[in-house]
């Protein structure tokens, strides 16, 4: 579910809801409701402490009510909350009040990628790849982060009034109970299920988010899901039998970089997709640098709007729906803000008529007067209602010097140019304006613009030899964030320093990327064998091997003698780092077992017996048993006992 004022799916804001006008936590007064769905409700509310419109998810108190759940729920939206990107929902606060347990998130204007898709149909490539990007950069420095966003669809993708493109409910909770049912809500989910999500429910690593772009763009570049059916059933057996097909076969034309894009992202086996998303967002980059302006442009059959201005087909500027009701203040419906409407657009009450022999003038003059009366007010009417004002025209997304000859069509004059970066709108084009499009202003003013300056890059530092820490702060200070670290041996690296980066140091990256650390172990170390040894011994020859020594505090019954070591982690082989610790299990010594009678049966019954109670078995022929099958005797008698796993030899006659 997306955190949306304009999102389709629209609730009666007539309905009556409990939270509505209450402040939760004595701080967050809930306004309106926004959208419902399975696990919570979300509303638009106030932070009566920061003066700041955001949105309010409240569990529903069914799922409250388990503690679980709401640990889940806790640890995981912490986790979030650490993850600082622009194309990234941020969560704000977590708390509880009662029953209600809510997290306070960032509040997005617009409109989702599923309005957008319901409302147009098929996206042009170029429009479709603009949504791609800053979806996969928010899943790229999650990925690194060590998150799974495990729900991609486009139902939580945002499109912001202001162009923004942001990734919603990141990770916070996972679907109750998914797969079996059959809503239609969840018919929606399993779409963009990956196989190994299907097969093995409790899996999910970054090449499920990848699965779920790659159905993502199909739906984009098609207007179609690659996999439909009738029930989830039918929905989740095609995602594990069949491959989805390339786009062009829906919309004939698709140059095939498209295709192969979907076809790298939704591949049945995770190890033929992308990694994760940023080498995704590699690919979705190569193939665009391919495609040329037509291709990029071409405006699919399946597209339900095809007569637009070129200038719009970016992400920043796709239209809201035009069918979406604004929505209301709480307690507010429509026929009382059409009734507002008309009260103001309607003309002034006639004054008065004046009694006979109020010294008004007669005759001709008379109606002279009255008409330069009429035209007087009506021209006052229009001067004050509409002719002294007018409205900002559209101009996010158009370069500046058409913003500024748009302008001036509407008799407005350019104020201040500023600059600012952006991830979505293409360089040298208008991200937002002040007063906002479609503000009411006086003729004549003048309009501030803000033309972006593309996206913010940074150059890596060469982060080599630098301690874990420090590194993670460098990083920080340089606008980029610390990703995901992973330990490596080095001989030439100090353990807990930084060996590499990931990209490596020099590269150019956008503001708030992710950046992969890989720290050194310290020199590696051959773990010597130390099992059979007593204690003293052991720890003797493993701490000249410059490694620490721990005793685990439970034995076991081994074949060697009790007080020797009878196992060691990690074993024999194994390379640790200088200073890692080595884990000695002691024997008890050998468990003892009693041995059975076989004296006098049939060797196949013996071995059989002697096997089933732990013991290895010998045959003893010689020269006179060669052709026998009868257990003379035993080297260790019936009833006595002897070390489980010990050898007994049986004599044949």
């Known amino acids: 579910m997306s955190v949306t004022a304009r999102t389709l799916t629209c609730v ?6 409990p939270l509505v006008g209450q402040v939760l936590d004595g701080r967050y007064r809930v306004e309106a409701r926004i959208a419902v769905g399975g696990m919570a409700t979300v509303y638009r509310a106030l932070d009566t402490r920061l003066d700041r419109v955001l949105a309010l998810k409240v569990m529903h108190p069914g799922l409250a009510a388990d503690a679980t759940f709401v640990d889940r729920f806790i640890r995981e939206a912490k986790s979030v909350a650490r993850l600082a990107h622009p194309n990234v929902v941020q969560v704000f606060d977590q708390g509880a009040d009662g029953s209600y347990v ?156 498209l295709d192969e894009l979907v076809a790298s992202a939704t591949a049945r086996t995770p190890d033929v997709r992308p990694y994760d998303a940023v080498a995704m967002l590699a690919q979705v980059r190569e193939a665009r640098a391919a495609l040329s302006a037509d291709q990029l442009d071409a405006v699919p059959p399946q597209a339900l709007t095809t007569e637009h201005d070129n200038t719009e087909d970016r992400t920043s500027v796709i239209p809201r729906s035009l069918t979406v009701p604004r929505p209301l203040p709480v307690n507010e419906d429509d026929g009382s803000a059409l009734n507002r409407t008309s009260r103001l657009a309607s003309p002034p009450p006639p004054p008065p008529r004046r009694r006979r022999g109020s010294g008004l003038p007669r005759g001709p003059l008379a109606i002279v007067v009255a008409l330069l009366l009429i035209l007087g007010v009506g021209a006052g009417v229009w001067y004050i209602n509409s002719g002294q004002f007018t409205k900002v025209p559209a101009l996010i997304g158009k370069t500046e010097a058409q913003a500024r000859e748009r302008l001036s069509q509407e008799g407005l004059d350019v104020g201040k140019v500023k600059h600012a970066y952006s991830d979505t709108v293409k360089r040298g084009r208008v991200i937002n304006s002040d007063p906002e499009v479609g503000t009411r202003i006086r003729n004549n003013d003048s309009v501030t613009l803000t033309v972006s300056d593309g996206p913010k890059t940074v150059e890596l530092a060469d982060l080599k030899g630098y301690r874990l820490d420090k590194a993670r702060l460098r990083l ?54 130390v099992t059979g040894e007593s204690l003293e011994d052991a720890k003797a020859d493993l701490t000249e091997a410059g490694l620490k020594v721990k005793v685990a505090t439970e034995q076991v019954n081994s074949e060697f003698d009790k007080g020797q070591v009878a196992a060691q982690t990690p074993g024999e082989g194994s390379r640790a780092a200088e200073g890692d610790t080595v884990t000695l299990t002691i024997s008890k010594g050998p468990e003892m077992v009693e041995v059975p009678d076989v004296v006098g049966d049939s060797v196949d019954d013996a071995k059989d017996a002697l096997e089933a109670a732990g013991f290895e078995v010998d045959e003893d022929r010689g020269i006179l048993g060669l052709f026998g099958d009868t257990v003379k005797s035993q080297s260790v008698d019936g009833g006595d006992t002897a070390p489980k796993g010990s050898t007994i030899t049986i004599e044949i006659r």
């Open 476 to 529: 920080k200070n340089d606008g980029l964030e610390p990703g995901m670290v992973t330990r490596e041996f080095s001989s030439d690296v100090i353990r807990g320093f930084v060996i590499r980066t990931d990209p490596e140091g020099g590269t150019e990256l956008h503001a708030g990327t992710a950046v992969a650390l890989v720290v050194s172990k310290g020199s590696p170390v051959d773990v010597p064998d």
């Open 12 to 17: 009666d804001t007539t309905l009556q809801d």
């Open 102 to 257: 809510y997290l306070a998130m960032e509040y997005v204007a617009g409109c989702t990628l599923r309005d957008v898709l319901r409302d147009r149909g098929a996206l042009q490539p170029r429009a479709a790849l603009d949504i791609l990007e800053p979806v996969l950069a928010a899943l790229g420095a999650a990925h690194r982060a060590g998150f799974v966003h495990r729900d991609m669809k486009p139902e939580n993708v945002l499109i912001g009034d202001d162009g923004r493109v942001k990734v919603a409910d990141f990770g916070l909770v996972r679907s109750v109970d998914t797969v079996t049912n059959t809503s239609g809500a969840v018919l929606g989910t399993v779409s963009y299920l990956a196989p190994e999500q299907i097969e093995q429910p409790g899996a999910a690593d970054a090449r499920v988010d990848v699965y779920a772009c790659g159905v993502v763009l199909y739906e984009m570049l098609t207007g179609e899901k690659p996999h439909d059916g009738d029930s989830p059933a039918i929905v989740l057996y095609k995602h594990l039998h069949e491959d989805a097909p390339p786009p062009s076969a829906i919309v004939p034309g698709l140059p095939f970089e």
